[in-house]
Nanobody, 129 residues
Framework: QVQLVESGGGSVQAGGSLSVSCALT????????MGWFRQAPGKEREFVAV????????EYKDSVKGRFTISRDAAKSAVYLEMTSLKPEDTAVYYC??????????????????????WGQGTQITVSS
Protein backbone atom coordinates (compact mmCIF):
# COMPACT_ATOMS: atom_id res chain seq x y z
CA GLN A 1 0.00 0.00 0.00
CA VAL A 2 1.37 3.39 -0.98
CA GLN A 3 2.05 5.75 1.85
CA LEU A 4 3.46 9.25 1.97
CA VAL A 5 5.53 10.30 4.95
CA GLU A 6 6.15 14.00 5.38
CA SER A 7 8.79 15.67 7.49
CA GLY A 8 10.11 19.15 8.03
CA GLY A 9 8.21 22.39 8.26
CA GLY A 10 7.91 24.63 11.27
CA SER A 11 7.94 28.35 11.96
CA VAL A 12 10.12 31.12 10.62
CA GLN A 13 10.12 34.88 10.27
CA ALA A 14 9.37 36.52 6.97
CA GLY A 15 12.31 36.30 4.63
CA GLY A 16 13.50 33.06 6.14
CA SER A 17 13.76 29.57 4.70
CA LEU A 18 12.28 26.19 5.44
CA SER A 19 12.16 22.83 3.77
CA VAL A 20 9.81 19.87 3.76
CA SER A 21 10.29 16.38 2.44
CA CYS A 22 7.98 13.55 1.48
CA ALA A 23 8.94 9.91 1.12
CA LEU A 24 6.87 7.45 -0.90
CA THR A 25 6.75 3.86 0.27
CA UNK A 26 5.02 0.79 -1.08
CA UNK A 27 5.52 1.26 -4.81
CA UNK A 28 8.00 2.33 -7.49
CA UNK A 29 8.78 6.01 -7.03
CA UNK A 30 9.33 6.83 -10.68
CA UNK A 31 5.78 5.77 -11.53
CA UNK A 32 4.37 8.79 -9.76
CA UNK A 33 3.99 12.51 -10.01
CA MET A 34 4.36 14.04 -6.56
CA GLY A 35 3.98 17.47 -5.23
CA TRP A 36 2.80 19.90 -2.63
CA PHE A 37 -0.49 21.58 -2.03
CA ARG A 38 -1.35 23.90 0.83
CA GLN A 39 -4.40 25.04 2.72
CA ALA A 40 -4.60 28.16 4.83
CA PRO A 41 -7.33 28.67 7.44
CA GLY A 42 -10.62 29.53 5.79
CA LYS A 43 -9.27 28.98 2.30
CA GLU A 44 -9.43 26.21 -0.25
CA ARG A 45 -6.50 23.90 -0.83
CA GLU A 46 -4.21 25.20 -3.57
CA PHE A 47 -1.46 23.90 -5.75
CA VAL A 48 2.12 24.86 -4.85
CA ALA A 49 4.59 22.74 -6.82
CA VAL A 50 4.68 19.32 -8.48
CA UNK A 51 7.26 17.11 -10.17
CA UNK A 52 7.17 14.13 -12.50
CA UNK A 53 9.34 11.71 -10.53
CA UNK A 54 10.44 9.94 -13.70
CA UNK A 55 11.16 12.81 -16.05
CA UNK A 56 11.82 15.54 -13.53
CA UNK A 57 9.43 18.04 -15.12
CA UNK A 58 8.15 20.60 -12.64
CA GLU A 59 5.29 23.06 -12.30
CA TYR A 60 5.03 25.92 -9.82
CA LYS A 61 2.32 28.24 -8.58
CA ASP A 62 3.11 31.68 -9.95
CA SER A 63 3.46 33.27 -6.53
CA VAL A 64 6.20 30.84 -5.44
CA LYS A 65 8.28 30.83 -8.63
CA GLY A 66 11.82 31.91 -7.88
CA ARG A 67 11.34 31.30 -4.16
CA PHE A 68 10.42 27.61 -3.91
CA THR A 69 12.25 24.67 -5.47
CA ILE A 70 10.87 21.16 -5.78
CA SER A 71 13.30 18.31 -6.36
CA ARG A 72 13.42 14.53 -6.21
CA ASP A 73 15.82 11.84 -5.09
CA ALA A 74 14.91 8.52 -6.70
CA ALA A 75 17.38 6.61 -4.51
CA LYS A 76 15.45 7.77 -1.46
CA SER A 77 12.02 7.75 -3.12
CA ALA A 78 11.53 11.26 -1.85
CA VAL A 79 10.64 14.72 -3.02
CA TYR A 80 11.74 17.92 -1.38
CA LEU A 81 10.38 21.45 -1.28
CA GLU A 82 12.93 24.11 -0.47
CA MET A 83 11.25 27.40 0.45
CA THR A 84 13.13 30.68 0.61
CA SER A 85 12.11 34.31 1.02
CA LEU A 86 9.05 33.13 2.87
CA LYS A 87 6.13 35.48 3.29
CA PRO A 88 3.30 35.52 5.84
CA GLU A 89 0.91 34.57 3.05
CA ASP A 90 2.81 31.28 2.69
CA THR A 91 1.45 30.24 6.07
CA ALA A 92 -0.61 27.08 5.66
CA VAL A 93 -0.71 23.35 6.18
CA TYR A 94 1.35 21.83 3.40
CA TYR A 95 0.25 18.46 2.06
CA CYS A 96 2.32 16.06 0.02
CA UNK A 97 0.39 14.32 -2.76
CA UNK A 98 1.05 11.54 -5.26
CA UNK A 99 -0.55 10.61 -8.56
CA UNK A 100 0.14 7.25 -10.22
CA UNK A 101 1.25 7.83 -13.82
CA UNK A 102 2.70 4.43 -14.69
CA UNK A 103 6.14 3.45 -16.01
CA UNK A 104 8.26 5.60 -18.35
CA UNK A 105 5.85 8.54 -18.25
CA UNK A 106 7.21 11.83 -19.56
CA UNK A 107 4.09 13.98 -19.24
CA UNK A 108 3.94 17.36 -17.57
CA UNK A 109 2.73 16.96 -13.98
CA UNK A 110 -0.86 17.87 -13.17
CA UNK A 111 -1.64 20.86 -10.97
CA UNK A 112 -5.19 20.01 -9.96
CA UNK A 113 -5.57 18.27 -6.62
CA UNK A 114 -8.40 16.10 -7.97
CA UNK A 115 -5.93 13.93 -9.93
CA UNK A 116 -3.86 13.04 -6.88
CA UNK A 117 -4.92 9.83 -5.16
CA UNK A 118 -2.58 9.70 -2.20
CA TRP A 119 -2.05 12.36 0.43
CA GLY A 120 0.30 12.88 3.32
CA GLN A 121 -0.73 13.89 6.80
CA GLY A 122 0.15 17.54 6.32
CA THR A 123 2.74 19.71 7.99
CA GLN A 124 2.30 23.23 9.33
CA ILE A 125 4.35 26.10 7.89
CA THR A 126 4.01 29.37 9.79
CA VAL A 127 5.66 32.58 8.60
CA SER A 128 5.49 35.53 10.97
CA SER A 129 5.88 39.13 9.92
Amino acid sequence: QVQLVESGGGSVQAGGSLSVSCALTGDIFTRYTMGWFRQAPGKEREFVAVINCNAGYTEYKDSVKGRFTISRDAAKSAVYLEMTSLKPEDTAVYYCAAQYIGPRNYARPGIHDSVYEKWGQGTQITVSS
